[in-house]
Nanobody, 132 residues
Framework: QVQLVESGGGLVQAGGSLRLSCAASGGTFSRCAMGWFRQAPGKEREFVAAILWSGGNTYYADSVKGRFTISRDNAKNTVYLQTSSLKPEDTAVYYC?????????????????????????WGQGTQVTVSS
């Protein structure tokens, strides 16, 4: 069973930065992609950023493009989300997610997945609060 554990959230002033980490463990096959989503109070969960595990292609939501950077460390099975120029509207619980291939199949992604249904495993989330 795959487990995802996020860390790095906290309280930061507007304009500040945080680095979120998500460590993956378990799983028999290599993952196709990992992504970050967020959910603010009273709102639906939304896509933030994602990265293909092989090749490193990335994709970002327009709201964070130029301010957030997603990266991965294959050896550590960890994905990072470096945030900068944080705004109060970035306040949310940030969730890590992993996309794995169907057992017996290999990853065949032709683009970076950005929809929740494309991900198979989810972390518990880490709170990011940006004060004005």
């Amino acid at each position: 069973q795959v487990q995802l554990v996020e860390s790095g959230g906290g309280l930061v002033q507007a304009g500040g930065s945080l680095r979120l980490s998500c460590a993956a463990s378990g799983g028999t096959f290599s993952r196709c992609a990992m992504g970050w989503f967020r959910q603010a109070p009273g709102k639906e969960r939304e896509f933030v950023a994602a990265i293909l595990w092989s090749g490193g292609n990335t994709y970002y939501a327009d709201s964070v493009k130029g301010r957030f950077t997603i990266s991965r460390d294959n050896a550590k099975n960890t994905v990072y989300l470096q945030t900068s120029s944080l705004k109060p509207e970035d306040t949310a619980v940030y969730y890590c997610a992993a996309d794995y291939p169907t057992p017996g199949f290999i990853c065949a992604r032709t683009r970076v997945p950005f929809r929740m249904v494309e991900y198979d495993y989810w972390g518990q989330g880490t709170q990011v609060t940006v004060s004005s």
